[in-house]
């Protein structure tokens, strides 16, 4: 049962600015795609990380290719999406950006026309996958393109993530240059492992709006002064996601981080953030 803290927790507005659409599929709308898709022989624990369990990164990525079997039809893209932006708004969301990778062109159609109708003001962003590499890059960079010219300022930007060990970044950079130069807001996932100085290096250049995790920056675990510097000197926010959403994750995670920052001043950032958003 939830307690009276749980729900100011839940009832406190959020904003959510790094959710990956397949990494925030409840335990319900899980249960609901295995059991359509019973051939597959997938069990819930191959599809989560239970509160409390820790994966390597490895075995994170491994889950995502598990989930995108289950998430492979318009259908299903269409009620994870629904369910996902219904949850975050039932969890307090006020604003949420959304990342998801495109796997053929109508599934992006489809979070485009799905954005508009639920009320949580909601922003997308087109997620280019790493491992798929630069010809993949180019062409999702042309359809987020069309998407920020026609889907009414719901596309905003391009993320780019998949795997970091595998591939470099600096064959990805004129997807990301193009991005840039044509108006799209760029969430950029670098440093998460360690030893990627040189990438970081290159993708720190562009500069990105925003960084996903950059866990490795620090010349204390890997990285390096200068990159530290460049984050800094840009003012680059870094945003960390909790990629598997357990229902009330949120909320548990709101806990650990008030536990650990001044909850005024969090209060007042989050109020400060609704503001610009909705004025
Ligand atoms: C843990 N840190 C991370 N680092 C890099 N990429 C990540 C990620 N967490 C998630 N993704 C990216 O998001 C995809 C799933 O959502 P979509 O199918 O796009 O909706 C993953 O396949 C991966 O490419």
């Known amino acids: 049962m939830d307690t009276e803290a749980d729900l100011f927790y839940r ?4 904003v959510e600015l790094h959710a990956h659409l397949n990494g925030s599929v409840s335990f319900e709308t899980m249960e609901t795609l295995i059991k359509r898709k019973p051939h597959l022989n997938i069990e819930h624990s191959m599809t989560a990380i239970r509160r409390g369990q820790r994966r390597s990164l490895d075995e994170c990525f491994q889950v995502f290719k598990v989930i995108h079997q ?5 259908e299903d893209i269409l009620m994870v999406a629904k369910a996902v932006i219904q949850e975050f708004a039932a969890d307090g969301v006020k604003y949420l950006e959304l990342r998801s990778t495109p796997r053929e062109v109508t599934e992006t159609a489809h979070f485009c026309f799905l954005l508009t ?16 590499g630069p010809v993949v890059a180019m062409e999702t960079v042309k359809l987020a393109e069309d ?9 905003v930007g391009l993320d780019l993530s998949g795997d970091p060990t595998v591939g470099h970044g600096k064959d990805l ?3 990301l240059e193009k991005s840039k130069n044509c108006g799209l807001k760029l ?5 998460e492992v360690p030893s990627r100085r040189d990438e970081s290096e290159l993708l720190l250049n562009l500069p990105p709006d925003r960084i996903g995790h950059g866990t490795f920056l620090h010349p204390e675990v890997g990285g390096s002064d200068s990159l530290v510097d460049k984050v800094c000197k840009q003012n680059i926010p870094i945003g960390k996601s909790f990629p598997f959403h357990p229902p009330n994750s949120k909320i548990t995670y709101l806990k650990y981080f008030f536990k650990h920052l ?4 969090y209060i007042l950032l989050t109020i400060l953030f609704l503001i610009s958003v909705l004025s």
């Open 70 to 74: 289950l998430v492979d039809s318009e």
């Open 117 to 132: 109708f639920i009320f949580v003001t909601k922003r997308f962003l087109v997620a280019v996958d790493r491992r798929h």
């Open 147 to 155: 998407f920020l010219l026609s889907s009414d300022g719901v596309v």
């Open 262 to 265: 001044n909850i005024f001043f």
């Open 187 to 191: 969430a950029l996932h670098l440093s």
């Open 11 to 14: 009832q406190l507005p959020k």
């Open 173 to 175: 950079l004129s997807a």
